[in-house]
């Protein structure tokens, strides 16, 4: 998922350089190994919010729910800013 942001971005922002990379067969390999990336600083941080903002103990779906929503939200806009908005 990250890697087509990242592609998105970098294509909008350096065309020059997407032409570059996408010339020298460079650009999908540099998007999936950001990917990776990505998807373990997503876990590493979801399991670092979670120690910081445990689940509540509830039985109400919707409450747990909203809570990872939040989380989820936070993560991934964490990732974004630093990892897929960053020039490459």
Request: a negative charge.
């Amino acid at each position: 998922m990250h890697e087509w942001f990242a592609m998105k971005h970098l294509h909008e922002t350096n065309p020059l350089r997407f032409m570059l990379l996408e010339m020298k067969g460079e650009l999908l390999d540099m998007m999936f190994r950001l990917d990776e990336e990505a998807n373990e600083r997503v876990i590493a941080l979801s399991q670092q919010l979670l120690e910081k903002d445990p689940l509540p103990i509830t039985d109400d779906i919707f409450e747990k729910t909203r809570y990872y929503n939040k989380h989820k939200d936070i993560v991934e806009e964490m990732v974004i800013n630093e990892l897929v908005l960053v020039p490459r």
